[in-house]
């Protein structure tokens, strides 16, 4: 699941979590820690510009600050940056904060990376909106080599070029798996190509097998026969009957009710999914979570 708290734009974010902080993001990851969760996951946005702050509001935590705290107070669940906008940093720095991170977390690193939409970030950190794609396409293959095992690693390309410059502490894992996020026809594309996993942004039910022959067919086109896990962000859950107006479009119900829809995904073939839980306090969402750990999760 996407943490609250950490990004607070105003198309998800409960209200509850204005006045939310530090305490309440442990209590929430340490819920998802022993109810069985994945990942956890943290967003990435340096400044959001007056323009966009009515809707998307101010309120983005760092993901490698916010990953590397929550990483302290857990013990499994895995820690996913959804997405890193990993063409606002040069690759050998996000390399050192990542590559850390997983050192530090004993291996549970997930780099999830997105080319980004906010052209005033861009602009003010100096790196080009109009060819973001572009850098985005280098930057995941130069961190192939700056998250790999040698220490100093070594990529030669148009925008990027470094070698003989040593990195320690080395990631835990032996291959910090990258998924690609957006459904755009590029991101669709780079997932392909150069991706261990695919986070589609805002795809409906209907239009994800589409998606996803779309992205084995590029796969397979591009020679690329790793296994690529796919993934899909759900509909609003809430388990049980809410008593409380949710919005139309939150799934609701017993366990075996949510369990029999959710499994439709894993027959579009999807991997793994992404869940939010509608609430209107930390309290009542770890506790939707725990129901959902414990009781609609073992029905999948």
């Known amino acids: 699941m996407q943490l609250p708290v950490q990004s607070q734009s105003t198309m998800y974010a409960e209200a509850w979590e204005a006045d939310a902080g530090p305490a309440d993001l442990v209590e929430i990851a340490r819920t998802a820690d022993r109810s069985g969760f994945d990942y ?13 702050a009515a809707a998307m509001s101010t309120v983005w935590y760092d993901p490698v600050a916010t990953l590397g705290f929550l990483a302290g107070v857990t013990e499994r669940v895995r820690l996913l940056s959804h997405v890193a906008v990993v063409g606002l940093r040069h690759p050998l720095l996000t390399a050192k904060q990542y590559a850390t991170l997983d050192h530090l977390s004993g291996g549970r690193l997930i780099l999830g990376v997105g080319a980004g939409h906010v052209q005033e970030e861009f602009e003010v950190l100096g790196v080009d909106f109009e060819r973001r794609g572009a850098v985005l396409d280098e930057c995941v293959d130069a961190l192939r080599a700056a998250l790999g095992p040698d220490e100093f690693p070594t ?11 040593g990195q320690q502490p080395r990631p835990a894992q032996e291959r910090v798996p990258v998924w690609v996020g957006g459904s755009s026809p590029a991101a669709v594309r780079r997932a392909a190509v150069r991706g261990d996993g695919w986070l589609p942004q805002g795809d409906p039910r209907d239009r994800l097998p589409e998606q996803i022959a779309r992205v084995r067919r590029l796969r397979e086109e591009a020679g690329v026969s790793d ?3 796919v993934g899909a962000i759900t509909e609003p ?13 939150t799934l609701t119900g017993a ?5 029999e829809s959710l499994r439709a995904y894993r027959a579009m073939g999807v991997h793994q999914i992404q869940v939010r839980f509608r609430s209107r306090s930390r309290s009542e969402l770890t506790d939707q979570m725990a129901a959902f750990g414990a009781e609609v999760a073992p029905l999948f």
């Open 227 to 229: 296994p690529l896990t």
């Open 237 to 249: 859950l809430y388990v049980g009957e809410p008593g409380w107006s949710v919005g139309r479009r």
């Open 255 to 259: 366990p075996e009710a949510l369990a």
């Open 40 to 52: 956890v996951a943290s967003c990435d946005h340096v400044a959001i510009p007056r323009r966009l």
């Open 155 to 165: 990529h030669h390309g148009k925008l990027y070029d470094f070698e003989g410059l």
